[in-house]
């Protein structure tokens, strides 16, 4: 993946952004007080994802650094907020409060130190809380980990996590090709087909802190990782 030089810092925290002018502004202090608590030097980046509410202003007064990515999809935005990161370490997570972007320095440490090239989260052993994911997502997530375990030769338990985190190295190695949500398949085969060390950790999936839709759609999303799945070798 493409990357520009640019002066590099310790970590940069990228979040996608579609419609959350009510979280984004509390995930990017969340992210910032990581930043500043752990004596870092870092940024967080959040993608506007052609949102038509007011998140970019509210991430611009928070102290994020704003770009656009005009072209919706997860992918898309993920792979956008990547090119501009400057972190020797880099993390992404979702800017809808369901992720806990302070108690991150297990992730980041592991991958500081070069013990692996990527973390991935694991809600399935981290904790999945009341209301934060419907029944029919649990079951999606789990049957499509469980396939893609076996296309990709990889021990991974929970492949749709959406905090996880990369060396700079490794996100330069990796070619991203994906624009919606099966990005975060695509992330872990391709780490696989590299040959990169992939560590996972526990974490907890919260309920957001406000009334939202979901921005997930199980079936067309759920064919399109699977259908990555299916078209996908990495041996």
């Not at 049957?143 to 893609?148: G, I, P, Q, W, Y």
């Not at 190695?173 to 872990?188: H, K, P």
Request: aromatic share 6%; with cysteine; net charge positive.
């Amino acid at each position: 993946m493409k990357i520009r030089r640019r002066e590099e810092l310790d970590i940069s925290i990228v979040m996608p952004c579609l419609n959350e002018e009510k979280t984004v502004g509390s995930c990017v202090d969340e992210a910032f007080r990581f930043i500043r608590d752990n004596n870092l030097d870092g940024e967080v980046i959040v993608v506007d994802n052609a949102s038509t509410d007011r998140s970019a202003e509210i991430a611009d007064a928070h102290g994020a650094r704003v770009i656009f990515e005009s072209r919706k999809g997860y992918g898309r935005a993920l792979r956008s907020g990547f090119a501009e990161s400057r972190g020797r370490v880099v993390i992404m997570a979702d800017c809808d409060t369901t992720y806990d972007l302070y108690h991150i320095s297990g992730m980041y440490k592991l991958l500081a130190k070069r013990k692996y090239d990527m973390m991935i989260g694991d809600r399935f052993a981290g904790g999945i809380e009341k209301g934060a994911m419907p029944l029919s997502h649990k079951i999606g997530a789990r049957m499509l980990s469980f396939v893609a375990r076996l296309r990709f030769h990889t021990r991974v338990k929970d492949f749709h996590c959406g905090i996880r985190g990369f060396t700079r190295e490794a996100l330069c190695r990796m070619t991203l090709r994906t624009t919606g949500m099966e990005f975060a398949t695509e992330l872990i085969a391709e780490a696989v087909r590299k040959g990169l060390r992939i560590g996972q950790v526990p974490v907890k999936l919260r309920r957001c802190e406000v009334s939202r839709h979901s921005k997930l759609r199980t079936i067309r999303d759920g064919m399109r990782h699977m259908k990555y799945i299916l078209r996908t070798r990495v041996r």
